[in-house]
């Protein structure tokens, strides 16, 4: 797809990689001999579950965050996250010297719960399935005086997540194909923004878990469309619509979606675990379960994929990756 004027450019993401330099990780970039043979292809992964707070998301947090005024930071932030903007909020917040209040499903995992608490976050919950998260921290951020950080709906956030493509391709050089999960659609706007500034064939594609299809049947339908709110153990893509903001730009950059169900995941996440040795999250896992599931398709030669995440308490990792998902 071509590129034209977008609220995003590459030299936004190169910005905030400068902004971003000795405070966020400069995570590794993993291979496997055996991952390649299964996929027929060579693949770069990306593990931003090595990232601060966990997941790429304290990429865009902090970002967003230190461009505020005094002003803001003195009368504190507010968020809405399932879990890991949340933490990277907090985190920014505390790095930042200033106070964040975080609006959370009641239905989170208790892990990211705990850890955004732990940053000194004060968490207030709602019902997911049936309350306005947006509504809900708007009105405490009228009432307090506070900044909204979104998770995805913002420029500069949407600049800080793609600094984890802008990273790799400095690192492996050019790339057939950017592989990446899609919730609300911030990580792959800002990743294909770079992409296709610097490699313009290059194929973009995103990832979503088979219940939460909403961004795969906007881009088809050429406009946002939403969906019920999906269960899914992919807490992190449990989103009904694509923003609007991170929309407008992957309707021109990303090149398809692919789904992929529960049990793929947690199939990505036991081979993440036992051949790559490392702890991926469900979400964090999807682009992998498209590659090990066939779901991708034949694959060009080189392939970049980003894991987002690995946010994830040991219990409830063995129960998703023992053969019962104990919480859903």
């Known amino acids: 797809m071509t590129t034209t004027s977008s609220p995003v450019t590459p030299d936004d993401v190169r910005d905030a990689a ?14 496997s001999r ?8 060579e693949v770069h992964l990306k593990c931003e579950n090595f990232q601060r707070a966990g997941a790429f998301k304290f990429r865009g947090a902090y970002n967003t965050a230190s ?3 005094p002003e803001q930071l003195a009368r504190g932030i507010a968020a809405y996250s399932s879990g ?8 920014a917040a505390r790095e930042l010297g200033t106070t964040a209040v975080i609006v959370m499903p009641e239905d989170a995992p208790p892990s990211k719960r705990e850890a955004t608490a732990a940053y000194g976050a004060e968490i207030v919950t709602y019902d997911r ?12 951020a009228a009432e307090r005086g506070l900044t909204v ?3 995805y709906e913002h420029p500069h956030v949407i600049a800080g997540q793609g600094t984890a493509a802008l990273e790799l391709f400095e690192e492996v ?15 792959i706007a800002g990743s294909a923004t770079v992409a296709k500034a610097l490699h313009p064939g290059i194929q973009v594609l995103g990832v979503e878990p088979e219940a939460g299809d909403d961004t795969k049947r906007s881009l088809e339908a050429g406009r946002r469309v939403a969906v019920p709110v999906p269960r899914t153990i992919a807490d992190g893509q449990a989103l009904h619509t694509p923003g609007e903001l991170t929309f407008s730009i992957n309707r021109r950059l ?9 049990d793929e995941i947690r199939g990505a996440m036991r081979f993440a675990f036992e051949r790559l040795k490392i702890v991926v999250e469900p979400s964090g896992a999807t682009p992998l379960a498209a590659l090990l599931s066939g779901r991708a398709g034949p694959l060009p030669r080189r392939v970049g994929v980003i894991v987002s995440g690995g946010n994830i308490d040991a219990a409830r990792f063995a129960g998703l990756c023992g053969g019962g998902d104990r919480d859903r």
């Not at 405070?23 to 291979?31: E, G, K, Q, S």
């Not at 903007?85 to 907090?90: R, S, T």
Request: aromatic content about 2%.
């Open 84 to 91: 890991n903007h949340a933490q990277a909020v907090a985190l």
């Open 254 to 262: 990303v090149d398809g979606i692919e789904l992929v169900d529960d």
């Open 18 to 31: 400068a902004r971003l330099a000795g405070i966020a990780h400069r995570t590794p970039v993993l291979r």
């Open 129 to 140: 399935y049936t309350e306005d998260r947006v509504a809900i921290a708007g009105a405490l």
């Open 67 to 69: 461009r505020l005024t």
């Open 173 to 187: 050089g050019e790339l057939d194909a950017l592989i990446a999960p899609v919730g609300g659609g911030g990580l």
């Open 34 to 41: 055996t991952l390649d043979a299964l996929v027929g292809a």
């Open 149 to 151: 950080v979104p998770p």
